[in-house]
């Protein structure tokens, strides 16, 4: 009984948190009490060019932007960018990306043939994947994405 009620705990505990999720930061994110660290690294918050910073790259466009955690736990095998996001950053499918973590970690971006699902997988310094783990809402992706 003690094992069955122990193994319930566990699988509640395991559950019980969030999936993470990575909010595009906005220009206006920055300039308001409570801006997040590390908000639009490439420039100085309230004067945010690097916010959603949109540049001609042959047919398509590249998009700098940041993403931050929710505080949410990341999933083993790598999460999705939600399309609400996706949609803020103006592309509306992905040739390909890069992300830089804040925190050291190394980021792999992967898409699926509509560039229309971006994955997030996120390793740790030795170059093993993150397991289930809540990822701190200082956390933030300094990404790149290349579409149209």
Known sequence: MKRLLGAALLLWAATAQATIVWTVTKPSDCTGPGAPSGCCVLAAPGANPACLLKETGGAGFTRHFDLRSDGGA???????????????????????????????????????????????FLYTTANTQMTAIAIPTSVYLSCTFYGH
């Open 74 to 120: 990341y999933t083993l095998g790598g999460d999705t960018l939600t399309a609400a996001q996706l949609a803020l950053t103006g592309l509306a499918y992905v040739t390909w990306g890069f992300c830089l973590p804040s925190n050291g970690m190394d980021a792999t971006i992967t898409t699926d043939v509509t560039g229309k699902v971006i994955n997030i």
